[in-house]
T-cell receptor, first 114, second 113 residues
Framework: DSGVTQTPKHLITATGQRVTLRCSPRSGDLSVYWYQQSLDQGLQFLIQYYNGEERAKGNILERFSAQQFPDLHSELNLSSLELGDSALYFC?????????????FGPGTRLTVL | QQQVKQSPQSLIVQKGGISIINCAYENTAFDYFPWYQQFPGKGPALLIAIRPDVSEKKEGRFTISFNKSAKQFSLHIMDSQPGDSATYFCAAVADFGNEKLTFGTGTRLTIIP
């Protein structure tokens, strides 16, 4: 158990809908990262927050947005969902902001868009 | 554009054998190379990592070999065990700017008895 929690574990929704994925980092970790894992694209970095502020951005679509709250939990919002958004979404946390800090991954949220 | 190329995509090794997974990169700004292990239904977990100032790092049965001039690095699993069956991802981090992890495409390793 990495200490990172993600909810929900599974999510099934329809095209055009909006969903929110939630992540609670390990106690003491200030950075939260979001990744998308699909069969054909592997693990893709989406976005990083550090202590409430956006720190780095990856291949995140404009339909997706995230935020980190004062209690350091984070939410990833996916809107106008398309079939191709079906994937595993992982949250990871680390103690600081450097890419060299060990990232601890949560169990993931499996999103299925029908 | 895949900045870290990983091979093979899948690998079957007999118990007790050596598993070898290779990665190559182009970006010379990469200066930290971790390997992550992912079991089915779980998130990836850091296995071992190396910086380019050393050519090899060993932790138990796991060894990273690094060739800076060739821009290649590899993971060797000695005395492979069925419990090592998992997907392995190499990754790289640049030394400045956007310090995000860039992952390889993954290798599904199966150890057969």
């Amino acid at each position: 158990d990495s200490g990172v929690t993600q909810t929900p574990k599974h999510l099934i929704t329809a095209t055009g809908q909006r969903v929110t994925l939630r992540c609670s980092p390990r106690s003491g970790d200030l950075s939260v990262y979001w990744y998308q894992q699909s069969l054909d694209q592997g693990l893709q970095f989406l976005i990083q927050y550090y202590n409430g502020e956006e720190r780095a951005k990856g291949n995140i679509l404009e339909r997706f947005s995230a935020q980190q709250f004062p209690d350091l939990h984070s939410e990833l919002n996916l809107s106008s969902l398309e079939l191709g958004d079906s994937a595993l979404y992982f949250c990871a946390s680390s103690v600081a902001a450097s890419g060299r800090d060990t990232q601890y991954f949560g169990p993931g949220t499996r999103l299925t868009v029908l | 554009q895949q900045q870290v190329k990983q091979s093979p995509q899948s690998l079957i090794v007999q118990k007790g054998g050596i598993s070898i997974i290779n990665c190559a990169y182009e970006n010379t700004a990469f200066d930290y190379f971790p390997w992550y292990q992912q079991f089915p239904g779980k998130g990836p977990a850091l296995l071992i990592a190396i910086r380019p100032d050393v050519s090899e790092k060993k932790e138990g049965r796991f060894t990273i070999s690094f060739n800076k001039s060739a821009k290649q690095f590899s993971l060797h699993i000695m005395d492979s065990q069925p419990g090592d069956s998992a997907t392995y991802f190499c990754a790289a981090v640049a030394d400045f700017g956007n310090e995000k992890l860039t992952f390889g495409t993954g290798t599904r390793l199966t150890i057969i008895p």
